[in-house]
């Protein structure tokens, strides 16, 4: 499943749930000029990401039940300017 972001606020045009288990949810950042970031979260656990100046996008995995997960993604502080 593949997020879409606003770029102008956030960097980063979309964010992709890669893969969802019975405890775990992973998801992917592809970085504009190429690479990426990985992250796996377990239920109640959480992470952020951001670039420079721009908000960043904090993530939370709320819970996974049956094979569905709740996520919740909320803006976080922008980093110091440029």
Same mark, same amino acid.
């Given at each position: 499943m593949t997020i879409r972001l606003d770029t102008t606020k956030f *960097? *980063?045009?979309?964010?992709?749930v890669v893969a969802v288990g019975s405890?775990? %949810?992973?998801y992917r950042v592809d970085?504009? &000029? !190429?690479g990426g970031a990985q992250q796996i979260l377990s239920p !109640? $656990? $959480? =992470? /952020?990401? $951001?670039?420079?100046? &721009?908000t960043t996008v904090e993530?939370? %995995?709320v819970s996974i039940t049956d094979g569905t997960a709740l %996520? /919740?993604? =909320?803006p976080g502080t922008p980093g110091p300017p440029d």
């Open positions: *960097y *980063y045009p979309e964010m992709t405890d775990t %949810l992973t970085y504009p &000029h !190429g !109640g $656990g $959480g =992470s /952020a990401f $951001g670039f420079r100046s &721009h993530v939370k %995995l %996520l /919740a993604l =909320s």
